[in-house]
């Protein structure tokens, strides 16, 4: 069996693409990423390709990035891997980027499965144009260009399927009465050499932890309205980020609250260390894979039902405290229920760990694909889980 997996940058499927050739399985993979590149991802250099001819677009997209560059892009890598896709059983490929490849794939009798690694895209859109400008009150509007929705739609009705991340991404294309055997759900992993169960802090301060850029989209604004209230109840209790800074202000003086920028990934480690409780308030995305970070660290999850994070830990069988978004009293609720659940000890996964793993979710997709692996559970190269 033949796997072509198509991308622009990294994202999941360069984790995917190592541990599918882990399992024996023959992948090609197509991106933007040079030799260098898909080497440190732990590619073997025979099994990549380089969309070379995008290139020139790319650096304009990143010299100068807009919505219109970025519609460049993704077109100038649809038409380059379209023109470069060697002979497949299966074609994986990112969704917004694959109307010509898909038309190329199928030529050759391939069967398509296309990534959408978030809500459907009339779903995302209207969360997106609903978020709050900076003043917290002004609709933002359209973030979604409507020639990237037309794409995009364009591209679930050539695909054989669609993989999603989450059940509540599958439950966005029920809504807009997508055909239920055209979905495949399969959450995330992450990287288990590098997060992995850490000794239980001291039971006082309650330290919760969000990772991850400080935006609207991840309801930071709710978070903020949320920790007020938990500090009613537990005084000491304190918050810190640690990720890059986006569209919402920090604040000037919240008591408990500290950030950090962003630190590379093995330094996450320490940062959930600390901590009893993960938190993320997201209005919107697909899976958030700092979740199954922290579930791997050993901490309590607190999230809303558009991030994922029930998936990965019914996956793991652990508990998860699961809020609507933008409801910063059943947030706060949440957080002192999780809190007080694991504050005398920290939760452990003992041998369910694994099932976070990117090898496991490969294993779910070659399991998919009806692939037979020829190899042991042995990665052929070094695990770089995101």
């Known amino acids: ?53 995008a290139m020139p677009v790319w650096a304009l997209h990143r010299a100068r990035p807009t919505p219109r560059t970025n519609l460049w892009l993704v077109e ?52 997106l144009a609903a978020m709050p400008r900076e003043d917290r009150t002004t609709p933002s509007g359209s973030l979604v260009p409507p020639a990237m929705i037309v794409r995009e739609l364009a591209e679930y009705a050539l695909a054989d399927e669609v993989v999603v991340p989450a059940l509540h991404a599958r439950e966005s294309f029920l809504a807009e009465d997508f055909p239920p055997a055209k979905l495949f759900v399969n959450p995330f992993g992450t990287n288990l050499a590098q997060f992995h169960p850490t000794p239980a802090p001291p039971a006082h301060p309650p330290r919760f932890v969000m990772a991850g850029t400080w935006s609207y989209q991840k309801g930071v ?83 809303t039902d558009r991030t994922g994070g029930q998936d990965l830990a019914q996956l793991a069988e652990t508990p998860c405290h699961v809020v609507p978004p933008d409801d910063p009293a059943a947030l706060a609720e949440a957080m002192i229920t999780a809190y007080e659940a694991v504050a005398a000890a920290r939760d452990e996964l003992g041998e369910r760990l694994s099932r976070l793993s990117w090898r496991a979710y490969a294993e779910r997709w070659a399991e998919h694909l009806g692939a037979t692996p020829t190899s042991p559970t042995q990665s052929p190269g070094t695990e770089n889980g995101s």
């Open 221 to 303: 604004d709710v978070l903020l309205q949320a920790f007020p209230l938990v500090r009613r109840r537990l005084p000491d209790a304190e918050l810190h980020h640690v990720g890059p800074l986006g569209d919402a202000p920090l604040p000037r003086s919240v008591l408990g609250f500290t950030h950090e920028d962003a630190v590379p990934q093995p330094a996450l480690l320490a940062r959930y260390a600390k901590a009893h409780v993960f938190v993320l308030a997201s209005r919107q995305e697909g899976l958030a894979v700092v979740q199954a970070q922290a579930l791997a660290a050993g901490l309590r999850l607190v999230c």
């Open 76 to 127: 100038a890598v649809d038409r380059a891997a379209a023109q470069m896709l060697e002979r497949t059983d299966h074609l994986i490929i990112m969704s917004g980027m694959a109307r010509h490849t898909i038309a190329r794939a199928k030529s050759m009798g391939a069967v398509v499965h296309l990534e959408r690694s978030s809500r459907h895209i009339r779903s995302q859109a209207a969360i």
């Open 1 to 53: 069996m033949k796997v072509a997996i198509v991308t622009s940058g990294r994202f999941h499927v360069g984790d995917l693409a190592r541990e599918l050739i882990g399992l024996g399985i023959d992948v090609t993979f197509y991106s933007l990423l040079p030799p260098s590149r898909t080497a440190a991802l732990g590619l073997p250099r025979h099994a990549c390709r380089w969309l070379w001819p």
